[in-house]
């Protein structure tokens, strides 16, 4: 099946600043990323849908200032967390896809903000 | 309402046994996906089995079958031979919309599947 990366597996951050996750599909062109919250034994809520080239899209409730999301390539997107906060520590999981067919997942990022 | 639901937090299994995870959906869209994920303690989602909603049969994947009753809008699944390994949460998850196009995958609240040696 298709591989999709997520660098880094795990980060630790101070409140107050920021960190770049980044989601790539290694064997294919993602012409759509999605990005992914899993609080601690919850489900996975969708965050926002990027398309290459343009802006992302934004579930209701996701502040786009706070999480900003870049998909530059087609096998390249960015999650920035800005100003950091405790609360803002979570497991993030991104997934991949292409036209017709189905998203792949990639293994998740652990933020933890102290 | 919720558009997937797990009704079972828990499960617990007796290695070598079957074991049914259940799943039941609600969506007015006649193109639909469902699909079954693993999620082990190191997080990473693993895609497990999938069906359309168009499809006439039941998809199997291995030790892994999905028993999809449209009318009934469930689809659950069915582990056979249960490992130690497959003990993990469970997923059930719904895309909606042509694949081709825009999708949205909602995810049920998961199932915790422990096997028993």
């Known amino acids: 099946g298709a591989v999709v990366s997520q660098h880094p597996s795990r980060v630790i951050c101070k409140s107050g600043t920021s960190v770049k996750i980044e989601c790539r599909s290694l064997d294919f062109q993602a012409t759509t990323m999605f990005w992914y919250r899993q609080f601690p034994k919850k489900s996975l809520m969708l965050m926002a849908t990027?398309?290459?080239?343009?802006?992302?899209?934004?579930e209701q409730g996701v502040e786009k200032d706070k999480f900003l999301i870049n998909h530059a390539s087609l096998t390249l997107s960015t999650l920035t967390v800005t100003s950091a906060h405790p609360e803002d520590s979570s497991f993030y999981i991104c997934?991949?896809?292409?036209?017709?067919?189905?998203?792949?997942f990639g293994p998740g990022t652990r933020l933890t903000v102290t | 309402a919720q558009k997937i639901t797990q009704t079972q937090p828990g499960m617990f299994v007796q290695e070598k046994e079957a074991v049914t995870l259940d799943c039941t959906y609600d969506?007015?869209?006649?193109?639909?996906?469902l699909f079954w994920y693993k999620q082990p303690s190191s997080g990473e989602m693993i895609f497990l089995i999938y069906?359309?909603?168009?499809?006439?049969q039941n998809a199997t994947e291995g030790r892994y079958s999905l028993n999809f009753q449209k009318a009934r809008k469930s689809a659950n699944l069915v582990i056979s031979a249960s490992q130690l390994g497959d003990s993990a949460m469970y997923f059930c998850?719904?895309?909606?919309?042509?694949?081709?196009?825009?999708?949205?995958?909602?995810f049920g609240t998961g199932t915790k599947l422990q096997v028993i040696p």
């Open positions: 997934s991949a896809k292409r036209l017709g067919y189905e998203q792949y």
């Open positions: 998850a719904m895309r909606e919309g042509q694949s081709g196009g825009y999708q949205k995958v909602t």
């Open positions: 990027s398309n290459e080239g343009s802006k992302a899209t934004y």
């Open positions: 969506t007015s869209d006649p193109s639909y996906g």
């Open positions: 069906q359309g909603s168009y499809d006439q």
